[in-house]
């Protein structure tokens, strides 16, 4: 359970406070997780009253939290909301924050503690980093006479954290100089996934996987993230941004340093920022970023039964716009470990379904004695760890048929955490939520490590605005441009089909 405190939503209106954030504040509280010293400010343009507030708040709650809504739980949690209207520059605003904030720590206990999360546009982080800092809200700036504490002042950023390296480093500088390095909370959401974190257990729980999981029995590894939905209503964010910056930057990079970073000597913060931080430094940008790269954009057609817009269709997007939707590019890691294994990763909108997994693929058996009737290949293992949907893992291996002849072919053994665990397992923004309110960093990447994921990324950001001709167009349904699978095969390989 936390401990008392002030969470203050800057964006409190937008998609992600709306479906995400509010309603795992209140999934928190439903758990127990959250102190009666609890309070909750929304900070935005509308213009609500505190009451306006809780009502939509509530409607936010009752369509997409986790868990059950209850009434008592709800009426105890809202007693603590509070609204201020305004926008990012306004002084009034801000000196209003602070009285609420105050009014907050005078009727409920907060005592003092604030956390504000930033679920705004990037270029607005400064503006609202510098009028906490003018308006005194930001710095601890005095000590509890009885316990000698100070109260805390974090900051939770949302990504994308900039635009390019030179971006990120001077958004650093802008929160850094208001808040302390150690207050500084980025989110990335995919590490609040709970398979995600089970990648840990299960390369470091398990004897079985860490001997192979290097160069000599490893062949390739694929990190896939595909969405069947598109980009309608999301413009204002992602046109210009694309699919590499939107989630290879982070997600896709964070998920290939978990599985390819060295044991670290143990699991807090420190130890496991600077595993995956070595890891990430040691990914070779390819010279040849043409051959290493494929980016599409999805055309307009039928899938699953529906008419759907193009990307230049979708309504107010610029119809000439090289945005990609989708892209792919293969990574090698110069290491011991890893040496000459391609890390191939993928993320686009409106492919074939919603699915995020890693295959870690290894090499054939050597002198396969046994035949397949159907011609089909057989006897390249992978372990495939499910991030979404259907979350678990599923081994790849050869099987005999049964039958008289020894004939061989790949089955699968499957663990699914539906089947094997009886509780269901918290939305990332619970667990990230948590982790900020309780001063926990693990979760939550350096700044050292997203400095690294775009030395990896800039250069084919780079070569891909040098391009001059659209991102290729794709189906919808489909699984990508027919470059993404150029990628693949010539280097004798194939994409699998999650
Ligand atoms: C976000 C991206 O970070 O992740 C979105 O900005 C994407 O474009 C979303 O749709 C997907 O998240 P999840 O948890 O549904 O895989």
Redo the contacts with the bound molecule.
Sequence with gaps: ISGPGTLIFFGVTGDLARKKLLPAVYDLANRGLLPASFGVIGFGRRDWSHEEFVAQARVWVEERARTAFNEDVWNQLAGGFRFVSGGFEDDDAFERLGEVLQELDDTRGTGGNRTFYLSIPPKAFEAVCGKLNEHGLAKQSWQDPETGLQPYRRVVIE?PFGHNLDSARELNEVVETVFRPDDVFRID??LG?ETVQNLLALRFANRLFEPLWNAGHVDHVQIT?A?D?GIGG?AGY?DGVGAAR??IQ??LLQLLALTAMEEPISFNAAQLHSEKEKVLSAVKVPTDLGSASARGQYAGGWQGGEQVNGYLEEEGFDPHSTTETFAAIRLEIATRRWDGVPFYLRAGKRLGRRV?EIAVVFKKAPNLLFHDNTGADFGQNAVVIRV?PDEGATLRIASKVPGTQMEVRDVTMDFSYGTSFTESSPE?YERLILDVLLGEPPLFPRHAEVEQSWRILDPFEEFWAELTQQPEPYAPGSWGPDSAHELLAKDGRTWRRP
Excluded: G, L, P
Aim: charged share 30%; net charge positive; no cysteine.
């Design positions: 990504k959401h995919y996934k993230m969405e939905i999301r992602y939107d989630v982070n997600h995020t979404q990332a």
